[in-house]
Nanobody, 123 residues
Framework: QVQLVESGGGLVQAGGSLRLSCAAS????????MGWFRQAPGKEREFVAR????????YYADSVKGRFSISRDSTKNTVYLQMNSLKPEDTAVYYC????????????????WGQGAQVTVSS
């Protein structure tokens, strides 16, 4: 099993920045991918960004491209999501996600989930 623990959420004004962290423990893996989804009240969980564990290739949802940046520290089994130029519509619970062997863009493809971190952007 793999455990994912997020940290770094909070309240920020529009235009501000936050950084989320996700640390993986347990039976961690050297390939596959980790990343982030988010879920706003009354909406479905949606893909935000992911990074492949072996090559470091990244992929972003159009809604965050150019504002968010995902990175990883393989030595710490940790993935980061740097969020800049935040907007009120970015308000959501952000979930760390991981999948063995392959990348992902849908919730059905995810093997492991974190508990979620609240991000609130005030206008």
């Amino acid at each position: 099993q793999v455990q994912l623990v997020e940290s770094g959420g909070g309240l920020v004004q529009a235009g501000g920045s936050l950084r989320l962290s996700c640390a993986a423990s347990g039976r961690t893996f050297s390939n596959g991918a980790m990343g982030w989804f988010r879920q706003a009240p009354g909406k479905e969980r949606e893909f935000v960004a992911r990074i492949s564990w072996s090559g470091g290739s990244t992929y972003y949802a159009d809604s965050v491209k150019g504002r968010f940046s995902i990175s990883r520290d393989s030595t710490k089994n940790t993935v980061y999501l740097q969020m800049n130029s935040l907007k009120p519509e970015d308000t959501a619970v952000y979930y760390c996600a991981a999948r063995r062997w392959q990348v992902f863009t849908t919730t059905a493809e995810v093997n492991y989930w974190g508990q979620g971190a609240q991000v609130t952007v005030s206008s």
